[in-house]
Nanobody, 124 residues
């Protein structure tokens, strides 16, 4: 069973940037679709960005133009570059992988594997 480990979270002031990473324990990274989700206190988990096995990307409207999802198949690592952060971006961020690509990328229940999360806190 694959393990996903996120890193790169932290505290930053509004307008700042962070880069999250998610490392997978297996070498099958290239064939799966992956996504970043986030969950703020008292709110439901929401999809942030998705990248499919061909490298095509999709973003939630709230982060479009500010966040960039990418992956390095050779390193089995997923990234999320976050720029122009604001207080509303404060949340626990999770990477996730689904066994079958397709469907609605923003539905968390379609993903089979999750990391433990990394906290992002943006102060205004």
């Amino acid at each position: 069973q694959v393990q996903l480990v996120e890193s790169g979270g932290g505290s930053v002031q509004a307008g700042g940037s962070l880069r999250l990473s998610c490392s997978a324990s297996d070498d099958l990274f290239a064939i799966y679709c992956m996504a970043w989700f986030r969950q703020a206190a008292g709110k439901e988990r929401e999809g942030v960005a998705h990248i499919d096995n061909m490298g095509r990307t999709t973003y939630a409207d709230l982060v479009k133009g500010r966040f960039t999802i990418s992956k390095d198949n050779a390193k089995n690592t997923l990234y999320l570059q976050m720029n122009s952060l604001n207080a509303e971006d404060t949340a626990m961020y999770y990477c996730a992988r689904k066994s079958l690509c397709g469907g609605d990328w923003s539905r968390p229940w379609e993903y089979n594997y999750w990391g433990q999360g990394t906290q992002v806190t943006v102060s205004s």
